[in-house]
C-alpha cells in the first residue's frame, strides 16, 4: 500500500523509528484493535479524487481540445472522455488488482489477481494511511488512485492528436495501462502497511525469549523488504535505491510525456507540419482547461497524503506557489525572447510548475517551491521551442516538452529541496510519526537515487511503448488515410463536428 515517500535507511535507524512510533502509536491500536477511518481523512480523500478527476474531464479535454485546429477539437475531446470511462471500467475489473493486489512470488514485479473484480473489498475493509493507527476506507482509496490511472494515458494523445485512429488510441490504451501503468503503479505505491509494521516492531520489543525475538524479527524483516520504490525499491532493480515522489512524477508525467514523444515519432508527422501554421483554434478554452486543471491539481498533490493534516497543508501551499511562479517565469522568458506575452505561454508555464512540483509537494518547502517552478519553465519553453524545432518531431501539444521534462526536472530537483538545509522536510522515517533522520541526508546519494527512478521509469515506458505502438500499428494501423487528417478527425472519426458554422 502507498506510504509516504522516504529514502531507504539503515536497520539501526529505521528500527529506532518503529521503536519511537510503536511507543506513540495509538493506544487502542497497541492494544491491537483495528483501527477506525478518521472521517475528516475520508472526506478530503473523497473530495480529492473529484477534483482529480476534474483534472481529466472537463480540464485536460478543453486544455487539449482548444489547442488543435477545429476540424479536430471534438476528436481530442471524445478521446479523453472515452480513455476516462475505459480506464474506469479497466480499472475495476483488473487494473486495482494488478497494481495492489498480492502478486505471490511475482510481487516485486505485478499485483495478483486476489482482487480482481473487487473481490475482499467492501465497505468495512480499509486501506493504511502514512501514520501508524490510521486508516483509510479502501473505497476511498480505491477511487483516489482510480482518477490517477484515468488521467495519465489521457495525457499521452496530446503529442500525436489531429492524426491517430480512434480505434487505434483505444486499443493501445488499453495495452498500454495493463502493461506498463499498472506494473510502474505497482513498484511505485504498492508497500508494507505502516501499522503491520509498528505492530511487528511492538512484538519485537515486547519479545522476552529468543524464539519469540527471533519470530517477530523474521516479520518485521518481511514486511520491511518490500516497502516499495519509494522507500528502497519493490522492483528488484530499484532495491536501495529509495528515490523520492511524493505524487506521481514518475509514475504519471514522465511515464506518460516519454510514451507521448515514442507514439508521435512512429506515427509521424502532421500533414503540413513544418511548412504551414497549425495554430490553436481556441486559446479561451484551453484557458479554460487550464484553470480547472490547477484547481484539480490540489487534490492531485495535496490528496496524495491520503490524510488531512500539516503535510497536506505543505502540499497545497507548494502546490500553489510553484505553478504561481512557473506561470510567471514562462511568461516572462517568453516576452524577452518573442518581444510578446502570449496567452498560450502563460498557461503552458502554470502546467509545467504543476508538474515539476508533482514529486516534491509534500517534501519540499515553499520557498524552494517557489524556485522550482521560477526554473521549469525556462527549460520546458526551450525544448517546445528550440530542441523540438531542431530535431523535427512532431509533438502536436507539447506533451513531452512539458510533461515528460517538467517531470524529470521535479524529479531531480526533489532531491535536493528535501535538504532541510533548504528548508524541505528532510529524510524522515517512513512510518510518519514526526522523527527526523536530517542527518541522514546525502546530496549526491539522492540525485543518484532520484536519476535512477528517472531512468527506469523511461526505459520501462519508452521501449514498453514503442513495442505497443508497433503492435497496435500491424493489427490496426496506427494513422488515419491522408484525406482523412486533410478533412479533420471529427467528421473521419465520428461523423460530427465540434462547431457547426
Do not use: C
Not at 482518477?147 to 487505434?168: D, H, N, V, W
Not at 518547502?365 to 531542431?390: A, M
Amino acid at each position: 500500500m502507498r506510504l509516504r515517500p522516504t529514502r531507504s535507511l539503515s536497520m539501526a535507524s529505521t528500527l529506532s523509528g518503529f521503536a519511537i512510533a510503536a511507543s506513540v502509536a495509538d493506544s487502542a491500536f497497541a492494544a491491537g484493535n483495528a483501527p477506525t477511518p478518521n472521517p475528516g481523512d475520508t472526506a478530503w480523500l473523497l473530495v480529492s479524487a473529484a477534483l482529480v478527476l476534474l483534472m481529466s474531464i472537463p480540464g485536460l479535454a478543453l486544455f487539449y481540445g482548444g489547442l488543435v485546429r477545429s476540424k479536430n477539437a471534438l476528436s481530442v475531446l471524445t478521446q479523453t472522455f472515452a480513455i476516462v470511462a475505459l480506464v474506469g471500467v479497466l480499472w475495476t475489473v483488473y487494473g486495482y488488482s494488478l497494481a495492489f493486489g498480492d502478486g505471490g512470488s511475482l510481487n516485486n514485479y505485478i499485483g495478483g489477481f486476489n482482487k480482481l473484480l473487487l473481490k475482499g473489498v467492501d465497505a468495512s475493509t480499509n486501506a493504511p494511511t502514512f501514520t501508524p493507527g490510521h486508516v483509510i476506507p479502501e473505497y476511498a482509496y480505491f477511487v483516489f488512485q482510480m482518477t490517477f490511472a484515468m488521467i495519465t494515458p489521457a495525457l499521452i494523445i496530446g503529442a500525436f492528436a489531429e492524426r491517430i485512429k480512434f480505434s487505434a488510441a483505444f486499443v493501445f490504451i488499453i495495452l498500454w495501462v495493463t502493461f506498463i501503468y499498472f506494473p510502474i503503479a505497482h513498484w511505485v505505491w504498492a508497500a508494507a502497511d505502516p501499522n503491520a509494521v509498528v505492530d511487528a516492531a511492538t512484538k519485537l520489543a515486547a519479545a522476552t525469549t529468543e524464539e519469540a525475538k527471533a519470530a517477530a524479527q523474521a516479520e518485521l524483516d518481511t514486511l520491511t523488504s518490500s516497502v516499495g520504490w519509494i522507500s528502497g525499491g519493490l522492483a528488484p532493480w530499484m532495491k536501495g535505491v529509495g528515490a523520492l515522489d511524493f505524487a506521481g512524477g514518475t509514475v504519471v508525467h514522465i511515464n506518460a510525456g516519454i510514451a507521448g514523444l515514442v507514439g508521435a515519432l512512429i506515427i509521424g508527422k502532421r500533414i503540413g507540419y513544418g511548412r504551414e501554421a497549425l495554430p490553436p483554434h481556441s486559446l479561451t478554452l484551453s484557458m479554460v482547461g487550464a484553470s480547472l486543471l490547477w484547481v484539480g491539481w490540489f487534490g492531485f498533490n495535496a490528496g496524495s497524503n491520503l490524510e488531512a493534516n500539516g503535510t497536506t497543508a505543505l502540499a497545497f501551499v507548494n502546490t500553489m506557489v510553484a505553478t504561481a511562479g512557473a506561470a510567471l517565469s514562462w511568461l516572462l522568458a517568453e516576452w524577452a525572447v518573442k518581444g510578446k506575452p502570449s496567452l498560450l505561454g502563460l498557461i503552458s508555464g502554470a502546467v509545467a510548475g504543476l508538474v515539476a512540483v508533482t514529486p516534491a509537494s509534500g517534501l519540499a518547502g515553499p520557498i524552494g517551491s517557489l524556485v522550482l517552478g521560477l526554473i521549469v519553465s525556462p527549460i520546458s519553453l526551450l525544448f517546445v521551442s528550440k530542441v523540438k524545432n531542431f530535431f523535427g518531431y512532431d509533438d502536436s501539444l507539447d506533451v513531452f516538452g512539458v510533461h515528460a521534462i517538467g517531470g524529470i526536472t521535479g524529479a531531480l530537483a526533489t532531491g535536493i529541496l528535501v535538504s532541510p538545509d533548504l528548508g524541505g522536510v528532510g529524510i524522515t522515517d517512513y512510518t510518519n510519526i514526526g522523527e527526523s533522520f536530517a542527518g541522514k541526508y546525502d546530496l549526491v546519494a539522492q540525485l543518484t537515487a532520484q536519476g535512477t527512478a528517472v531512468v527506469a521509469t523511461l526505459l520501462w515506458s519508452g521501449v514498453g511503448s514503442a513495442i505497443l505502438y508497433k503492435i497496435v500499428d500491424i493489427v490496426i494501423g496506427l494513422r488515419v488515410a491522408p484525406d482523412q487528417e486533410r478533412e479533420g478527425l471529427d467528421i473521419a472519426d465520428h461523423g460530427e463536428r465540434a462547431y457547426n458554422y
